[in-house]
């Protein structure tokens, strides 16, 4: 489908330069994301439960930043600028984290600096590539531009765990760290050498950064703003803070929400409770989702036989499984989405997140399948843990995109922008930050 909507819908072209750069944005997060459980149990020795909660923590504000970041990029930056605002952070992280180094404070500082970067990053990024599309011919291939920035997305996010958990595993783990870092840099120059596609998207505020307040520019309070967070972030990370953020950010958001009811009628009062509905059921999703990166993986490097004919597969490989399964799950569930609508045969919103908790039952049924032959034999065969892997992976492509694509159809008393924004807020630092704690039940020290 993309394809042919490529061959007669001619895209911006600065729709290369945006894939570039978030493939090896996905390819940086990932790739760390992969090694990070395993650094902080095997070479900073901190217990499963620490390890666990400071996972969770800096999971959690990655999902939680760009809301100010959007905010900034607004008022202050454009979105152009932002995105290299970010990417310099992202490669800044990598570099500090890949110093050999047991020292705890080395850690804090390296995330402190990728939640930030991913303040930038993450959303504007998104609205940087919108803002290609300004023709009503452009206008036909939003939806495939869009498409192919996640496929490429998907691919980084893919070959990372690969790259990085190989390296890592040959040379050590500054190296590892040090290709993600290296990728993002790839993806940033690539991004950068095409400047003149982007001439035509919103520019930095120049007045609005050079006003004053208490005599200081705005530029430099926003420098002043971004180091003080990076140091607050170590504070919090250190402390293990992450969850009073939390509660202030949702607490303001279900004030948002009984806002929105009390100014409802009756029948968008109905749609909010189906969007409720769906926060809450992506919240529990996720939380379970989430333990790929975590005690799954613990469990992989602990209790599962990755040895083939004398090469033993990193425990990172398996961290690719997950992107493989959106991509080939993606281009099944497309067909049969397609296949279903050509006989007039509609599925239910609810059937589609029941398919996809069906099919996140199944693969955690296997799991624990593997986890007891482990259990009766010192370790066992990945083939059920991957083949669980799988059915998760897949089990994504009925919750996310299903429950957006509900609440923006829905869209109750116009506020579809901050509903999509405070699902993805349940949904990613609630359930991240959720996910730890069920990961702690699977802790052995």
């Given at each position: 489908?993309?394809?042919?909507?490529?061959?007669?819908?001619?895209?911006?072209?600065?729709?290369?330069?945006?894939?570039?750069?978030?493939?090896?944005?996905?390819?940086?997060?990932?790739?760390?994301?992969?090694?990070?459980?395993?650094?902080?149990?095997?070479?900073?020795?901190?217990?499963?439960?620490?390890?666990?909660?400071?996972?969770?923590?800096?999971?959690?504000?990655?999902?939680?930043?760009?809301?100010?970041?959007?905010?900034?990029?607004?008022?202050?930056?454009?979105?152009?600028?932002?995105?290299?605002?970010?990417?310099?952070?992202?490669?800044?992280?990598?570099?500090?984290?890949?110093?050999?180094?047991?020292?705890?404070?080395?850690?804090?500082?390296?995330?402190?600096?990728?939640?930030?970067?991913?303040?930038?990053?993450?959303?504007?990024?998104?609205?940087?590539?919108?803002?290609?599309?300004?023709?009503?011919?452009?206008?036909?291939?939003?939806?495939?531009?869009?498409?192919?920035?996640?496929?490429?997305?998907?691919?980084?996010?893919?070959?990372?765990?690969?790259?990085?958990?190989?390296?890592?595993?040959?040379?050590?783990?500054?190296?590892?760290?040090?290709?993600?870092?290296?990728?993002?840099?790839?993806?940033?120059?690539?991004?950068?050498?095409?400047?003149?596609?982007?001439?035509?998207?919103?520019?930095?505020?120049?007045?609005?950064?050079?006003?004053k307040s208490a005599g200081i520019p705005h530029w430099s309070l926003l420098i002043i703003a971004i180091a003080v967070a990076t140091l607050g972030l170590v504070f919090v990370l250190k402390n293990l803070w992450a969850g009073y953020i939390l509660f202030v950010i949702c607490f303001m958001s279900v004030l948002h929400i009984i806002g929105l009811y009390r100014k409802s009628d009756a029948e968008d009062r109905q749609k909010l409770n189906s969007i409720m509905y769906f926060m809450l059921f992506g919240t529990v999703f996720w939380a379970f989702d989430q333990q790929g990166g975590s005690s799954i993986s613990l469990f992989i490097e602990r209790n599962i036989n990755t040895n083939i004919g004398g090469f033993t597969i990193p425990t990172a490989f398996f961290q690719a499984i997950n992107p493989v399964a959106v991509i080939v799950g993606g281009a099944a569930v497309a067909w049969l989405w397609k296949i279903l609508d050509s006989k007039s045969i509609s599925v239910r919103t609810l059937t589609k997140l029941n398919m996809g908790l069906l099919l996140l039952t199944a693969g955690f049924s296997l799991i624990t399948l593997s986890s007891k032959l482990a259990m009766a034999s010192g370790e066992t065969t990945f083939i059920w843990l991957m083949v669980g892997l799988l059915c998760i992976g897949v089990a994504e492509l009925f919750i996310d995109p299903v429950a957006l694509a509900a609440i923006t159809r829905l869209n109750p008393q116009g506020a579809t922008g901050t509903l999509a924004g405070i699902y993805m807020l349940a949904g990613g630092s609630v359930a991240n930050y959720l996910a730890a704690d069920i990961a702690q039940f699977t802790s052995t020290n």
């Amino acid at each position: 489908v993309i394809g042919q909507q490529m061959n007669t819908i001619k895209q911006p072209k600065g729709l290369f330069h945006i894939i570039a750069i978030q493939m090896w944005e996905f390819f940086s997060y990932y790739g760390m994301r992969s090694l990070l459980i395993l650094f902080l149990t095997e070479k900073l020795l901190m217990s499963d439960q620490h390890a666990y909660a400071l996972y969770g923590a800096y999971t959690s504000l990655v999902y939680v930043t760009p809301i100010i970041g959007g905010y900034l990029a607004d008022k202050y930056l454009g979105n152009y600028w932002s995105v290299i605002f970010g990417g310099l952070l992202i490669v800044g992280w990598n570099f500090v984290l890949s110093i050999p180094s047991s020292d705890h404070t080395t850690l804090y500082i390296a995330l402190s600096l990728i939640i930030c970067g991913y303040g930038f990053f993450k959303t504007n990024s998104s609205c940087l590539l919108g803002e290609l599309y300004q023709t009503k011919e452009q206008e036909h291939g939003r939806e495939a531009g869009f498409s192919i920035s996640y496929i490429g997305g998907n691919i980084g996010s893919m070959i990372a765990p690969i790259l990085c958990g190989f390296a890592a595993m040959k040379w050590g783990w500054h190296i590892g760290f040090s290709l993600a870092g290296v990728g993002m840099l790839i993806g940033l120059g690539v991004f950068i050498s095409g400047r003149k596609n982007f001439a035509h998207v919103s520019q930095p505020n120049f007045s609005a950064l050079q006003q004053k307040s208490a005599g200081i520019p705005h530029w430099s309070l926003l420098i002043i703003a971004i180091a003080v967070a990076t140091l607050g972030l170590v504070f919090v990370l250190k402390n293990l803070w992450a969850g009073y953020i939390l509660f202030v950010i949702c607490f303001m958001s279900v004030l948002h929400i009984i806002g929105l009811y009390r100014k409802s009628d009756a029948e968008d009062r109905q749609k909010l409770n189906s969007i409720m509905y769906f926060m809450l059921f992506g919240t529990v999703f996720w939380a379970f989702d989430q333990q790929g990166g975590s005690s799954i993986s613990l469990f992989i490097e602990r209790n599962i036989n990755t040895n083939i004919g004398g090469f033993t597969i990193p425990t990172a490989f398996f961290q690719a499984i997950n992107p493989v399964a959106v991509i080939v799950g993606g281009a099944a569930v497309a067909w049969l989405w397609k296949i279903l609508d050509s006989k007039s045969i509609s599925v239910r919103t609810l059937t589609k997140l029941n398919m996809g908790l069906l099919l996140l039952t199944a693969g955690f049924s296997l799991i624990t399948l593997s986890s007891k032959l482990a259990m009766a034999s010192g370790e066992t065969t990945f083939i059920w843990l991957m083949v669980g892997l799988l059915c998760i992976g897949v089990a994504e492509l009925f919750i996310d995109p299903v429950a957006l694509a509900a609440i923006t159809r829905l869209n109750p008393q116009g506020a579809t922008g901050t509903l999509a924004g405070i699902y993805m807020l349940a949904g990613g630092s609630v359930a991240n930050y959720l996910a730890a704690d069920i990961a702690q039940f699977t802790s052995t020290n």
